[in-house]
Structures are given as structure tokens and as C-alpha cells.
């Protein structure tokens, strides 16, 4: 059986006209194929509002119970879609997770989904229905409800997805797939037609915030091809799959880029052993993730050492940096947040010599200064000044010919 997955975010489900919407589509879509199952999202910026809810009352709710209040965002979406899709004559059932047979791991707010038992699901497509599930929730093994983190309908709906051999799982969203670069920042900036799994998880740890992680892992560990596209017009959107087909001809697929950036200097940091255990530890235990790191060589037995964390944490980071700096002899360190995150990334790069030195070249003509370069083997990352960021785009954008596809 050919099934389809369908998965729509908040903002395409924001509404009851937009609601109407989406069942017009899902009905248009019906004819492709032998089944469809629509995973939803909240209503708008309803986890936002319920979380702040929350907040009103507890400053550190129980988890458990966040939990129980988050679900329901989706699981009110679920059943307004599914009485949509009957106010039009299509037949469908709205299920929760639990009632999906999504099952999670115990750990509430970032639980992940360790088995999907079909049954129902099944059972529901075999009498002709649309299955409307709620997304983002599961169940543990206590049957209590718990949610996969922000953004988790987009790994409900590719989880569903590899459960039922579906060909392909679609997310619909509000834009038109993943662009070359920030379309806000970069106009000539077009969807990707293709991009692989890898480029894909790069592009989000570096930037680019379309699909959640976690989803595009799952895909790629089971081979299924996640499509995302507009759900307010038809265009062809963006396909990541294994073997994107434009690899020859297009060495870098885009430029992603991120302002949630802070620099951290240790200066004259002895050198010696054990030192860049001492101070990252302590940041790992508090949950900080240190990104780009340089140490510097020394000549007189010092050396600084810079790293860069996200800006929200640079608080909690300042807070420990002091004592870690007396606690190895350092001569103390400077913070500054007025820096930003430039990459570029494309599967391309392994086998083109040339893609670095056109970045540098790139960034040194628009008097762009470079403080830090990380790469892995698909991706180039430059940290620099905040102001400039629009520039490097921009200019990058337009270096690797990206507007061009
Ligand atoms: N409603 C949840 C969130 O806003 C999950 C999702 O939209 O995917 O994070
Ligand atoms: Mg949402």
C-alpha cells in the first residue's frame, strides 16, 4: 500500500480558514495515493501561550505536567482538521499519540520516540479514513503523555512515516522550502531543489531553522525522503533525500548563517596538560555548548584560547568562567556578543579544491575580518562581526553563484 504522510506547522493550521485549507489540500491529494495520514501542530503560537501560561503560575513547573498542558495544543488541532475534512465529505479520525501508538522514552519535555505500534492507524486506513494525528506527543511506558521538544511534529511525522513504508513524508510549512540563503536577508535567494540528509543537519546546526534535527535523522537513518514545501501555494519546494541530483553541478548548496553568538577569551592561559579539560568541563556540566574553539600557540608557556557559545548562555558561561580562569592561573577573559556565524555548505566541497579559498577571498573584498574558521568536511564556518553579516551573505550568495539554480 502506498501511504502518504502529510505534516502541517503551526502557522499553516493557524486559523479555521487555514484549517479549510489544508483539508482541501489533503483531499486534493487523496487521488495520489492509497492513504493519508496528517500530522498537526498547534494552532498558531499556541505552545508559546501555554508555556507562558505555565510560567504564571510556577516558575519551574513539573515536567510532567508541562507536558500534560503542551499536548493539548495539538490535540486540539487534531480533531478541528478532522471535522474540517468531514464538513467536505472525507472521511477521517482524529488520534492522539497515545491512541497512534507513539511511544517515547521516560524523559518528559525532550522524550524521543522508541517504538510506533501501528494497529489502530492500520485499521483506520483500511476503512478508507484520513488518520489525523497530533503531533509532537507520545506516551512512556507508564502511559503517561510526553512531548519529543520544540518543533517535534516534524519528527512525529517522518517517525510515521518510516512506521508505515510511506514513499515519502511532506511538510508543509510557511515558506517554500529551504532557500540557498535567508530570503529575508538575500532576495534572489531560491528554494533548494534537493539537498541530502547530511547537508541538511549541517544547514540546521549552523543556522537554518526549517526542519527540526532530529526528523532529518530519522530520515536519513531509514532512507526516507522528507519534502518540504508551502502549504499556501505549489511550488515545488524542497526535497532531502539521499542522493540529491544537482551534486555535480553545484558544489555549495547554501549559505546559512546565525546571530545567537558569543565569544569567550581565556587570556595567557598556561600551557600545559589538562587545561582545556578544566575549562570545558565545568561548561558541559552546566549544559553550555562550547561550538568553535582556536587556541592559540604560545611562546612565552602562555596561550589565549577563544570558544564561542550561544549568546543565551553567555550569562551562565560568565558565571563560571571567572573561577575556572583563577582556578588554572589564567590572567582572567573577555566576552563580547557583537559577533556572528557565517557558513557555507554543500557535499560538493569533499572532491573541489577552491570552495575555502573562494569563501576567504569573498569575505577579504567586502572587508569582511575572519576571527575564527571552523569546517567539517560539507561546511565552512567563519565567525565575524555582527554588523557585517548581511554583507557576507549577500556577497557569498552571490560568489558561489547560488542565485543560479
Ligand atoms: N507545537 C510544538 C512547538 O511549537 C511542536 C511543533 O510545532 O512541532 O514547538
Ligand atoms: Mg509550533
Not at 92 to 120: C, F, N, Y
Not at 362 to 373: K, P
Amino acid at each position: 500500500m502506498a501511504y502518504l504522510v502529510q505534516k502541517y506547522g503551526g502557522s499553516s493550521v493557524a486559523t479555521p480558514s487555514k484549517i479549510r485549507g489544508v483539508a482541501k489540500r489533503v483531499q486534493k491529494s487523496l487521488c495520489t495515493c492509497d492513504g493519508i495520514v496528517v500530522v498537526v501542530s498547534a494552532m498558531g503560537d499556541t505552545t508559546d501561550e501555554l508555556i507562558s501560561l505555565a510560567h504564571r503560575l510556577n516558575d519551574d513547573p513539573p515536567s510532567r505536567e508541562m507536558d500534560m498542558l503542551l499536548s493539548t495544543g495539538e490535540t486540539i488541532t487534531a480533531p478541528l482538521l478532522a471535522m474540517s475534512l468531514a464538513a467536505i465529505g472525507v472521511d477521517a479520525v482524529s488520534l492522539t499519540g497515545l491512541q497512534a501508538g507513539i511511544r517515547t522514552s521516560a524523559s518528559h519535555r525532550k522524550a524521543r520516540i522508541v517504538d510506533i505500534i501501528p494497529e489502530r492507524i492500520l485499521e483506520e486506513l483500511a476503512r478508507g479514513r484520513i488518520v489525523v494525528v497530533a503531533g509532537f506527543q507520545g506516551a512512556n511506558e507508564q502511559l503517561d503523555i510526553t512531548t519529543l521538544g520544540r518543533g517535534g511534529s516534524d519528527t512525529t511525522a517522518v517517525a510515521l512515516a518510516t512506521a508505515l513504508r510511506a514513499e515519502h513524508c511532506e511538510i508543509y510549512t510557511d515558506v517554500r522550502g529551504v532557500f540557498s540563503a535567508d530570503p529575508r536577508i538575500v532576495p534572489e535567494a531560491v528554494p533548494i531543489p534537493e539537498i541530502s540528509y547530511a547537508e541538511m543537519l549541517e544547514f540546521a546546526a549552523v543556522g537554518a531553522k526549517v526542519m527540526h534535527p532530529r526528523a532529518v535523522e530519522i530520515g536519513e537513518a531509514y532512507d526516507m525522503p522528507i519534502w518540504v514545501r508551502s502549504s499556501f501555494d505549489d511550488s515545488g519546494g524542497t526535497i532531502i533525500c539521499r542522493h540529491p541530483k544537482l551534486e555535480d553541478r553545484q558544489k555549495v548548496r547554501g549559505i546559512a548563517h546565525e546571530t545567537d553568538v558569543a565569544k569567550i577569551t581565556m587570556l595567557r592561559v598556561p600551557d600545559r596538560p589538562g587545561i582545556a579539560a578544566a575549562i570545558f568541563g565545568p561548561l558541559a556540566e552546566h549544559h553550555i555548548n562550547v561550538d568553535v574553539i582556536l587556541q592559540n600557540v604560545g611562546h612565552d608557556g602562555t596561550t589565549d584560547l577563544s570558544f564561542t557559545i550561544s549568546a543565551s548562555d553567555l550569562r551562565a558561561a560568565e558565571k563560571l568562567v571567572g573561577d575556572i580562569a583563577h582556578s588554572i592561573g589564567a590572567d582572567g577573559y573577555e566576552a563580547t556578543s557583537d559577533i556572528a556565524k557565517v557558513s557555507v555548505v554543500g557535499t560538493g566541497m569533499l572532491n573541489t579544491p577552491g570552495i575555502a579559498a573562494t569563501m576567504f577571498r569573498t569575505l577579504a573584498d567586502a572587508g569582511i575580518n575572519i576571527t575564527l574558521i571552523s569546517t567539517s568536511e560539507i561546511r565552512i564556518t567563519c565567525i565575524i562581526d555582527r554588523e557585517r553579516v548581511r554583507d557576507a551573505v549577500q556577497a557569498l550568495h552571490r560568489a558561489y553563484e547560488l542565485d543560479q539554480l
